[in-house]
């Protein structure tokens, strides 16, 4: 016994809702149901053509907990003028979030909302409308959701803006510090947003570096001859080591030896207290230690340079 099966049709969405606002909206309005099924949403309620200004919102509606969301239908491809209209709505009404319907999605936009659902706090949908028949039957909608918040985007989105906070906070700090009177050596560094800025020590590979994290900071010697030299850099560092109480004879603050075994670099360093993260009131005396540290370090390692067994 065979079974008929019928052949999923589209219809142009002019045939089923002739006017966007007239049609569409007032049938998305007594039909939102249709729009939580598509969505994973609990709207109980929703009111046409709000005022936001000088502008009119398709549709505001209304969650189970009294959230508000703000719908904006556009039975066409999606342009810049009404994503510009998502957003302005949806910070006019204070919403929770802010609904888009349209008929094409343009994968710039796509990539906007994914985008907005990482940077802010609020949630953004983009969701497809078509409109199918089978054979002779009514038309019926299909609402496809192809952007929703979720909670990884939202704590990508954190991870991102605490990055950049990050990179923004050490790039003032770097600009403060090369400004330092004793920061003769990294003066003409250009601050940038990494934990360390280095000048070279006048011999290839190794660098005078400073370094600072959220608490901590320092200044040290940085060997690294390159990815195939481990065993250069690590001879090179057991030169300076053979000098150690020389060396740190010229120095006033405690000395950290780090050999790295079985890593790419070494490095000898002077660790200090107070980072980024330290009041702003406190920078310019962290910073003082820190060019102190790195003078004492470069003199005291300078003889010892200038002896160094080098590969070729």
């Known amino acids: 016994m065979s079974t008929s099966i019928g052949k999923l049709l589209r219809v142009h969405l002019r045939e089923v809702w002739r006017h966007e606002a007239y049609d569409f909206t007032q049938w998305l309005q007594e039909n939102i149901d249709i729009l939580n099924e598509a969505l994973d949403l609990e709207l109980v309620s929703a009111e046409r053509e709000q005022a936001a200004g000088a502008f009119s919102i398709d549709l505001v509606a209304e969650s189970s907990d009294g959230e508000t969301y703000v719908v904006e239908n556009q039975l066409e491809k999606s342009n810049h003028d009404h994503l510009g209209k998502v957003i302005t709505y949806l910070t006019a009404m204070k919403a929770r979030g802010a ?6 999605p343009r994968q710039e936009h796509i990539n906007a909302m994914a985008w907005l659902n990482e940077a802010s706090n609020a ?29 990884e985007a939202k704590e990508a989105g954190r991870a991102k803006q605490e990055l950049a906070e990050r990179y923004d906070i050490r790039k003032q700090w770097w600009s403060q510090l090369v ?13 940038g947003q990494y934990s360390w800025i280095g000048a070279s020590s006048g011999v290839r590979g190794l660098g005078f570096n400073y370094v600072v994290t959220k608490t901590d900071c320092g200044a040290e010697l940085y060997i690294d001859r390159g990815k195939t030299c481990e065993e250069e850099n690590e001879a090179i560092f057991d030169q300076l080591y053979h000098s150690k109480d020389k060396i740190e004879a010229g120095i006033s603050f405690p000395v950290s030896w780090q050999r790295l075994d079985g890593r790419r670099a070494c490095r000898i360093r002077i660790e200090l207290p107070g980072g980024y993260r330290s009041p702003d009131a406190d920078w310019p005396e962290i910073q003082q230690r820190m060019t102190e540290a790195m ?16 590969g070729s």
């Open 99 to 104: 609904i888009w319907i349209v008929s094409e």
């Open 123 to 151: 949630d953004f949908y983009l969701a497809k409308v078509e409109a199918v028949r089978i054979g002779d039957s009514p038309a019926a909608p299909l609402l496809t959701l192809i952007v929703g918040p979720s909670v």
């Open 179 to 191: 400004t330092q009177p004793g920061a003769k050596l990294h003066a003409h560094i250009t601050p």
């Open 295 to 310: 003078t004492q370090l470069e003199a005291a390692l300078k003889p010892a340079l200038k002896g160094l067994r080098l």
